[in-house]
């Protein structure tokens, strides 16, 4: 795998859509493409969160109680950004529920960077804040259980 | 349309229990057939019981074949479902507005069902694929509680299988045993790269899940013209005279159920939903 087709793969994936060029070369020297086999187990809660994965292809699950699923996370989406914010802790597990292909992202060697780089630091929170207010409002969505049936 | 205060009486042909509390009913049409627009809705009555606003879930080309999917919720509807073929229900209407099916031709059209939402957006569907040249991408986008509470789901998979269409389900909550996506449906909303300049969406299910599909529509820059949802409220006449239906300065059975979002957007804000 080389660095040029890595880069390629960022520069076509919508978390990575509007970042400047040295931004995607600084991601790519930290990046690397990655093939999940069905049912491989990402993360759990309690590890410590050193990497996020942009998925390309396929569908990981997110538990927070054990097995139960409370969403899936699918091609074009960002899986994790806890090192992003500071938590070094994953809060959940995550498992591949189909194949997946994926980008994962070096979150320690990045977490340097953007401290050295603020403007990519920037850019990257402000990406990973989208995706966390997005998680936000559908689990509020999700909370309201809208397909009970009431009087049941 | 018949008289519309006086019910028809029509057979059961066949009943098809689709969830644990709801069932599709088919009623014998032929004496009478019941030429219908996409949601647009019916009053069941049942001599003894009552009477119900219940969506035609049928296909619109059939008029002499009335299907209703009815979910068992309270004092008519418990009754109702338990009926059998062979059994008479009172039929008034159809009523109401229908989905804007034909100004949404030559656009994209993005159908959003959740839960029984799906039924009256069902006729819809059909009407789309009975005239798949006459719009661009179709989309049917189907939220329910889980997998066990999916309307349809033979049909889903058969439309899923047609090359020309696009049908994705996503549910709230799932044993291992399924695959598919899990979440909330706004989220195969923003997954669907559709291009808002071009596109219709339409929606019917709790009214929280359809303000969000609507946000999520606007956000993505879709007109508030050309978002429709399909409310609820109860209703008497059906016809416009009681006042029993009425929603901010509309009578949901007269100026509805279908409604753009331009014209009730404000209400959901000051309902709180
Ligand atoms: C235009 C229109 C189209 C409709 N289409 C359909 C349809 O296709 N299929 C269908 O099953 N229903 C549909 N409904 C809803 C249906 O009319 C009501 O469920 C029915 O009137 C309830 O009557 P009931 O006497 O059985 O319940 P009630 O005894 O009046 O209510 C008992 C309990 O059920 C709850 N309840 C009432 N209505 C609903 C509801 N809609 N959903 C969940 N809980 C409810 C009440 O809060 C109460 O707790 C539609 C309503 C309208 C206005
Ligand atoms: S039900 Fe009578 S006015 Fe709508």
């Not at chain 2, 879930?57 to 009926?83: F, M, N, W, Y």
Request: net charge neutral.
């Amino acid at each position: 795998m080389s660095t040029e087709e890595v880069r390629a793969a960022l520069a076509a994936h919508p978390f990575c859509q509007g970042l400047p060029e040295a931004a995607l070369d600084t991601l790519a020297g930290h990046a690397r493409l990655q093939v999940l086999a069905e049912g491989l187990t990402l993360f759990e809660a309690g590890e410590r969160s050193h990497a996020s994965w942009l998925i390309r292809e396929g569908r990981v699950g997110i538990a927070l109680h054990e097995l139960e699923v409370v969403e899936t996370v699918e091609a074009g989406e960002l899986l994790g950004w806890s090192w992003l914010i500071g938590q070094w802790q994953w809060h959940a597990d995550a498992r591949a529920l189909t194949e997946v292909h994926a980008i994962r992202l070096d979150g320690d060697a990045l977490a340097e960077r953007c401290r050295a780089e603020p403007s990519l630091g920037f850019e990257l929170a402000r990406r990973a804040l989208r995706a966390a207010t997005g998680r936000l409002e559908r689990s509020r969505l999700q909370a309201h259980d809208v397909f009970r049936v009431r009087g049941a | 349309m018949n008289d519309p205060w006086v019910p028809v009486p029509m057979t059961i042909r066949s009943r098809r229990q689709e969830t644990s509390d709801t069932v599709t009913f088919e009623l014998d049409a032929s004496a009478a057939p019941v030429r219908f627009r996409p949601g647009q809705f019916t009053m069941l009555w049942r001599y003894g019981l009552g009477e119900v606003a219940i969506s035609v879930s049928g296909d619109p080309r059939e008029p002499e074949r009335l299907v209703h999917t009815i979910r068992a919720v309270g004092a008519v509807t418990r009754p109702i479902t338990q009926l059998r073929p062979g059994d008479v229900l009172g039929v008034r209407g159809p009523f109401g507005r229908p989905w804007p099916v034909d100004e949404a031709e030559g656009s994209d059209v993005v159908l959003v069902a959740g839960g029984l939402g799906m039924a009256p957006l069902r006729p819809a569907w059909l009407h789309l694929l009975a005239n798949r040249e006459r719009y661009g991408r179709v989309l049917l986008l189907v939220g329910a509680r889980t997998p066990a509470d999916l309307l349809f789901p033979d049909q889903l998979g058969a439309w899923r299988a047609r090359f020309d269409t696009e049908v994705q389900v996503t549910v709230d909550r799932a044993d291992a045993g399924w695959r598919g996506p899990i979440g909330v449906v706004t989220r195969l909303l923003e997954r669907a790269g559709l291009d808002p300049a071009r596109t219709r969406v339409m929606t019917c299910g709790p009214e929280v899940m359809m303000k969000f599909v609507a946000r999520e529509a606007l956000r993505q820059g879709i007109p508030a013209d050309r978002i429709a949802v399909s409310m609820e409220r109860n209703m008497q006449c059906a016809i416009g005279v009681c006042g029993h239906c009425q929603w901010g300065a509309d009578f949901v059975c007269r100026d509805g159920p279908v409604f753009g979002w331009d014209r009730v957007g404000a209400r959901f804000a000051v309902a709180g939903v």
